[in-house]
Structures are given as C-alpha cells and as structure tokens.
C-alpha cells in the first residue's frame, strides 16, 4: 500500500493509574437512561432496554482539558457517567463472558448539545449533531479491573463551579457494565480501546463558558475541564 497522502489522525491516548502505557481510544458507545434512583425500572420482570449511542473517538479528551464552547447551541449540559474501557475482543458475548472483555473504568462526561438534540428528536432526524463536536468526550485516567473490580456501589457527583448538580450511586443502574457490554456485542465487534458510556444520574445544568466542572465517582476517580470561549 502507498503511503497516504496525509497523516493519519492518531488515536486519542489516555493514562492508566499505575500502568506506564496508555490506553489508546478505539470507538465511543454509550447507553441511555440507566439510572432508577427509586428502585421501581430495576424491579420490573423485564428491565427497559436502553437507547444506544455513539460518539466520535476523535473528540475524547483527558482530564485537565479546556473544552470550547461547542458551535451551534445555546444548551450545552454535561452528563457525568462511569466509563467502561474494553481491553480484549467482545463478540455476540454472554453476560459472564462480557465482563472479561473490561479492562478497566474511568469517570468521563458525555458533553451534549441539548437543544440540537431536542430539535432532531422532534424531527425523527440521527441524533448525532448533539454528541459530535470537539472536546466532547472528557475523560479521567483509566482504574484498571486488576485493581479495583467491577464497582456495583459508589456516589457519583458532578460540581459546577463548586454547585453540586447531578449526584446518584452506581447501585443504581439498571443494566450492569457486564450487562451493557454484553448488550453492545450483540451489534458491534467490540474490540481493545473501546470506551463506553453508562448513562448519567439526574440533575441537569446549562454550561457556559468560564464554567469549572469537576466530577467524581467513589473508588473510581476525579475528572477536571474548564469550558473557555465564545458561543458562536
Ligand atoms: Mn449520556
């Protein structure tokens, strides 16, 4: 094969705790509405299956990030999530084997354009405009597995400007990271670098630039960005 004309963009690489090497990002899935603070969606015979997402892997940035205000809204929020990093093949897996295929979990923030969301939802247009943009998929350093397990229990807290806006705990899920990996296998060939989004507790809160957001999960992490810049 010739060389190409340009050079490549290179994948987006993001530190591991305790691990000299980084974990280079391959594709950004994510789920929705997985949260149930009450208990009465996680009781039900069959739990509501979740809406399914994808982000560019491009747009993934570490912890420390300034973030521009993204192009084209005036509703810009974020969405504190537990990440799940894949670390090896998953393919049309069972729920058991799923969780194998989980190299690790990061607290990351899936950066929405809300309005354009809303105005593509009314119109039954693709979703993506909302969650494609630069910056808008912050990301913490990665914990690996090895270390902690899979969390099942932990508060997980977004601050901004030191004004706690979204809070709730990962007991709260109702489809499990093993269970959202095993989900995903059934339509996509996950492979080593994926990272996927679990669905954000509630609290909602318009961005603007200046803003300072810090989020946490217990056991897990803390993530830092700043939003600079203009709406334009
Ligand atoms: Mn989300």
Do not use: C
């Amino acid at each position: 094969m010739s060389a190409p004309i340009f050079d490549p963009i290179a994948p987006v690489r993001i530190p591991i705790k305790g691990e000299e090497s980084s974990f280079a990002v391959a594709n950004v899935y994510g789920i929705t509405r997985n949260y149930d603070p009450d208990g009465t969606l996680r009781a039900l015979p069959e739990r509501p299956a979740p809406a399914i997402f994808t982000k560019s892997a491009q747009w993934v940035v570490g912890s420390g990030a300034i973030i521009p205000y993204p192009a084209a809204t005036e509703r810009f929020e974020p969405e504190i999530e537990l990440m799940i990093a894949i670390g090896a093949p998953a393919y049309q897996m069972s729920d058991e084997a799923a969780a194998a295929a989980i190299y690790g979990y990061a607290v990351g923030l899936d950066l929405t354009r809300r309005d354009l969301q809303h105005a593509a939802r009314e119109k039954r247009d693709p979703l993506d405009i909302a969650k494609w943009f630069p910056g808008a998929t912050p990301l913490s350093t990665i914990v690996r597995t090895t270390d902690i397990n899979h969390p099942n229990h932990g508060a997980i807290t977004l601050d901004v400007n030191g004004v706690r806006v979204q809070e709730g705990n990962l007991d709260q899920l109702i489809w499990k990271p093993h269970e959202i990996v095993a989900l995903l296998s059934r339509f996509f060939p996950l492979v080593p670098g994926d990272i996927i989004f679990t669905g954000t507790p509630p609290g909602e809160v318009a961005l603007k630039s200046g803003d300072i957001l810090h989020g946490e999960i217990d056991g897990i992490g803390v993530l830092d960005i700043t939003i600079e810049g203009a709406q334009k």
